[in-house]
């Protein structure tokens, strides 16, 4: 996520595109906007993305989501936060038999909300929705995210580091000073 964070909009709409995960399915990032608070992502239907029934798979129209708020959110609040994706559905209300289209968005509202909600150190669990539209502007499902952000606790002089998965006792624990990763 660390790179994901340095890109301009314009980069990383570049490499979102040839990430395999979207570029297999032929999902285009289409527009990230200035502030990172606005994507708009679609994709055609074709050989790589469609199912037995000839309509768009439903993983991939859960795909044309999945990255996103997370990374929305990370370029608004900043490294001062842990967010990750605690869940997702996905409510398959049509076919597609087109070109689908979803727009996400991260509002002022969102933002002012999570900050509140996490000034005290507390996680809080952010519901995101978005809608997969065809050609027509008709509804082919409705995306729910629940996202996870806390704030970071800071890193106390002297409190020890123990690597992820080590014993809690190992004597192999260093001291963090201020300054360190």
Do not use: C
């Amino acid at each position: 996520m660390g790179l994901a964070l340095r890109l301009s909009p314009r980069l990383l709409r570049w490499g979102l595109n040839l990430w395999p995960p979207l570029f297999g399915a032929r999902i285009r990032v289409r527009r990230i906007a200035p502030d990172f608070r606005e994507v708009v992502v679609d994709m055609p239907l074709g050989l790589l993305n469609r199912n037995a029934f000839g309509t768009h798979f439903g993983g991939s129209l859960y795909a044309m989501t999945d990255p996103f708020f997370v990374l929305m959110l990370s370029h608004n609040l900043g490294p001062d936060y842990v967010i990750w994706d605690r869940s997702a559905s996905i409510d398959y209300v049509a076919a597609g038999r087109s070109r689908v289209r979803a727009v996400l968005r991260v509002t002022d509202q969102d933002l002012r909300a999570i900050e509140r909600m996490t000034q005290s150190g507390n996680k809080h669990l952010h519901l995101f929705h978005a809608e997969v539209v065809d050609a027509e502007d008709l509804l082919v499902a409705r995306v729910e995210k629940l996202v996870y952000v806390r704030r970071r606790r800071p890193v106390q002089e002297g409190a020890l580091y123990v690597p992820p998965g080590a014993p809690a006792r190992r004597a192999g624990a260093v001291a963090l000073r201020s300054g360190s990763t």
